[in-house]
């Protein structure tokens, strides 16, 4: 007799897509290369797709439906939507694992029913506020000269708690909080984030230095550039972003230091492969992933990220 398989039927192929919000950024490809490792080894197909606005990740999700996708993991371009995510989910039988931005309900309430992998958003943004106060220290620079470019994207709930840690970890450590200047940005770009924070470097010409701190190495970078519009370059900036993909690479390959001191080094590898991983378990063998998994990271400058990255089993790829 054959027993009849619960799950995904052994003749059937498994496809899983990966839906990320913004596929231009370095953090999101990187993502995707590291779930393209999870497929090669499982034997499924990656579906990649780019979901730039609501619209286009509803007829994603459909399309995914109609390729006879078993799942998908997304990044959505806006967490507001999770109701509706869930109710196209279902509606197309597809089982769905959210990273990196947490879906919430209409009362901004996180989804719990719904998988989620993500930073752990507080601490690394503690992390960026403690590396920034003691290269403050190191350099000698009195706090009260020193202002603070604190990029914000409050409708993300994972930005908001990044910058949250990085403010409460410099007051900690003796930052003046009027020094600090919120600086909205309207996207998790660097274009908004120069944008942003020419604002807020406008607002204050009393300071001699200046940091930086944001949801992301973007964010950080947009400040940097801005502050060196503005004559504040390495001796006199000290920014430090999150992620450590490419944006950040690039900017320590440079031959002379800028502004961007360092990086909170955060894992796309768990972002990518081990969603991918996880929810192929769980189309073939109905083993639901855990609800949360928060990831850490590690703090790196020029100096130390060649060996941040090793330790991270982030250079072999
Ligand atoms: C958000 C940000 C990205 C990246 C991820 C990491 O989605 O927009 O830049 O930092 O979080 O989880």
Known sequence: MIAQAPFAKAAEPVKIGFLVKQPEEPWFQDEWK??????KKNGFTLVKIAAPSGEKMMSAIDNLAAQQAQGFVIC????????GIV??????HLKMMTVDDRLVDGAGKPIESVPY???????????AGDGIAAEIKRRGWDMKDVGAIDVTY?????AHDRTAGATDALTADGFPRGNIIQAPQSKTDAES??????????????????IAYGLN????LGAVRAAEGRGFKADNMIGIGIGGSDSALNEFKKPTPTGFYGTVITSPKRHGEETSDLMYTWITQGKEPPKVTLTTGMLATRDSVSLVRQQMGLTSN
């Open 87 to 92: 109710a196209k989910a279902k509606a197309d």
């Open 76 to 83: 959505t371009p806006d967490v507001k939507l999770g109701p």
């Open 217 to 220: 190495d973007e964010a950080v």
């Open 34 to 39: 590291f779930a393209e490792m999870a497929a």
């Open 117 to 127: 992998m993500g930073i752990s958003a507080y601490n690394i943004g503690k992390q």
């Open 154 to 158: 409050e409708q993300l709930p994972t």
């Open 193 to 210: 984030a120069f944008n942003a924070a020419n604002i807020a470097l406008t607002k204050s010409p009393q300071f001699k230095h200046w």
